[in-house]
């Protein structure tokens, strides 16, 4: 450690060099909220959906669905049919749309004589041809869910936006464009889909990064100003921690990586732990200064006592992170890689700043009385704990006993069901707009299943796999509220009702094979190939059922797949044809779970990894499960939490528990390495826990404060899921600091206690 103080004005300027290089690579860091980054290329379920999708094109993911409220009773209204057609017309005309169908032109098919002919379900010319509409939805409601909704107080249409400027800066500007329009209209209105929900997520993000980096700043800068009540002792600190973000920063946007939903948690993690580690190396200087020592000799003795603690925290914070690793997701390996990264740039900043510039000031510049470092009450509470944990360890031991208990009980109630828009705060329009699609229409969950022939020779329309769809469909139908499914059997169905002039007892699959084949060819003719290429692949070989449903919850849909199996098992020919669901959705709902297991699978890779680091540092066993024990604690105690309120385990929650074991094994460490120095020194037992609180107590509770404020800035956050990221690893950071106050000395003393006896 003494490199540093001989070798300043070299790592200084290396300092300053690398700070202008990565100050430069922010320039091209981007905000993206991408889907399709979240999936595991290598997935079997990823390459079958990518195989589906060079099929069929999943156009229901670049939909944007489109509300406009009548001013009247009910849609039907002269005046707003013709508004509204126009407004669907002008917003169909903008660039970086493919197409637009909407209520107000959506045809009604009829057979005349030997051809067909269509005329749109809504007719608006007159009074007299509106009210011949209404009897023509009341007698075919086709119409109701799809264009018009249930309460037909909205007309529906849905824009395709063209898939080359889905993920791009233009998809943003449509947006935009459409709202604009919609607001020229006058009349209220509904959007939501996939595409706008994307570019609404992009702002969002955007709004949040300037939010938490303010926030970031603001707290930073009131704790460290109660604490030492200085303007040097304000700034010098901050500017280590502002010139490590820029470092990570920098060097996310000069290797091409994006913020998004879980790298956006960057700024507050590095703000926090970044001061976590300027406390201790600050708290610690200032002790020594106030012996009466020399600056010099002050700085020495705390980069020997405090220097390698403060490597380890930051190692095995920066090992929580790196466990990440292990997921396939890629921003989550990316998250974890640069989160570990940042943590051990922030330790270098802040090892080579912070001595150099304590040693330029003198410590009166530091050393305020009226500062909250100076305050005498922390040695008061410090000797009010110690002897707490003396004379009452059976009664602390106990009740962390019960508590913990209690909460290995209250995990098994952490509910698994998650949401499609879990992550979406229950107030915020996109979540709304969601929610009246889900009432009023068929909802926004794309369903999609691939259906493929076994049989050499066989074609997807041949009559009895036709027929083994439509079993499917009936009984999907009858499970769960689904849109008017698009399908080969679909499509047969509905020709066959049309070239029976519209006779209900003929909306099925006719018998003969015959006429299936003529159905399908009087389709072409009519214009009918587009649709029949959406739903039967060039070879004949594979099929797709296509709908909308609502968005039941993971639980409810493994149920139905569940069931489904059972029905298909029981019912249906399966020596005919083999099914797979896929989709946007599915594979989004599968991605998740994986997400949640691989989490908590790298926890217990940064478990194992951190305590080899512990065996290794204190070559002792009993204080190897002494320093896990009080780490393990608090992960039990915020499961337990979980559990009592039925907060849901996502793949946010259980990020939680990663972020927190890594930052809250830090104290632990700090304690632990002060006890093992005060033990060397020839002190007893009770003297070393004393003095370990004393000198180490102080900067564990202002870095657990820090920590903990720094965490609750994430709840000011509209997504649920950082939300709930920042509360519950402030939540598991409290039972930390409360385990190695506490309960530590205790395990101490019964270690010491044993090897005596023995």
Known sequence: MNLILRNKYSLLLLIAIGTVLFAIGITSLRINFSFEDFYTKDDEEFVYYA???????????????????????????????????????????????????????????????????????????SEEAIAASQDRISEDSSMIGLFITRDKQYICGYV?????????????????????????????????GIPFIRTRYVEVIGQELAIFLSLSVVLILSILFLT???????????????????????????????????????????????????????????????????????????????????????????????????????????FGLYAAMGVMFTFLISIVLLPNALLYFRPDHFIQPKSLDANPVWDRWMDAIYEFTKHHAKLIALAFAGI????????????????????????????????????????????????????????????????????????????????????????????????????????RIPQKQEEIDELLGLAQINGGQELIRRVVSEDGKTGRISSRIPDMGTDAFQTLYTRLD????????????????????????????????????????????????????????????ISMLPNVIPLILTGGVMGLFGITLTASTALVFVIAFGIAVDDTIHFLTRYRLEMQKGNSIEEAIRNTL?????????????????????LTSS???????????????VFALLADLVLLPILLRWSHSTKTDS
């Open 719 to 733: 997504f649920g899921g950082t939300w709930a990221t920042g509360m519950f690893t402030a939540l598991t950071i």
């Open 404 to 507: 913990l208990i209690a909460s290995g009980i209250l995990i098994f109630y952490i509910p698994t069901d998650t949401y499609l828009i879990e992550d979406i705060g229950k107030n915020d329009p996109i979540r709304k707009s969601m929610e009246f699609f889900e009432e009023q229409s068929y909802g926004l969950r794309p369903f999609e299943m691939g259906i493929h022939v076994k049989q050499e020779g066989q074609q997807i329309t041949d009559q009895a796999i036709l027929v083994e769809i439509d079993k499917m469909e009936k009984w999907l139908d009858a499970q769960v509220d689904f849109s008017p499914f698009l399908s080969p059997a679909s499509i047969v169905r509905e020709a066959n009702y049309l070239s029976h002039f519209s006779r209900e007892r003929h909306r």
């Open 566 to 625: 059972s029905f298909v098992q029981v019912s249906c020919d399966t020596t005919l044809f083999r099914y797979r669901a896929t989709g946007h959705a599915y594979l989004t709902e599968h991605n998740l779970q994986y997400i949640r297991r691989s989490l908590l699978g790298g926890l217990g890779i940064a478990f194992v990894i951190v305590g080899i680091i512990m065996g290794l540092l204190f070559r002792s066993w009993k204080i190897l499960l």
């Open 51 to 125: 195989a589906f999708q060079d099929l069929f094109y999943e156009d229901q993911n670049y939909m944007i669905y489109l509300a406009l409220q009548s001013p009247s009773e009910d849609i039907f209204d002269l005046d707003f049919l013709q508004k509204s057609d126009a407004v669907f017309e002008q917003i169909g005309a903008l660039a970086g749309i493919d197409s637009l169908i909407s209520g107000t032109r959506f045809p009604q098919i009829k057979r005349r004589g030997l051809s067909f002919s269509s005329q749109p379900y809504l007719q608006f010319e």
């Open 228 to 334: 030492y009540r200085n303007f040097w002792g304000v700034m010098i600190p901050t500017a280590a921690i502002l010139i490590s973000l820029v470092w990570i920063l920098g060097l996310m946007g000069a290797t091409g990586k994006s913020i998004n939903l879980i790298s956006n948690l960057m700024i507050p993690i590095i703000f926090v732990v970044g001061t976590s580690d300027v406390v201790h190396l600050i708290t610690k200087y200032l002790r020594q200064v106030r012996s009466g020592i020399s600056r010099e000799e002050a700085m020495q003795v705390t980069l020997k006592e405090i220097g390698m603690a403060l490597f380890l925290t930051s190692l095995t914070t920066s090992i929580g992170f790196a466990s990440l690793l292990i997921s396939r997701i890629p921003p989550i390996r990316d």
């Open 694 to 714: 004393h000198g180490t107590g102080k900067a564990m509770m202002i870095t657990s404060l820090i920590l903990m404020s720094g965490f609750a800035i994430l």
């Open 160 to 192: 395709f936006i063209d898939q080359e400027i889905f993920d791009k800066r233009e998809r943003d500007y449509l947006s935009e464009k459409i709202l604009s329009t919609l607001d020229e209209s006058g009349y209220e209105y509904i959007v939501s």
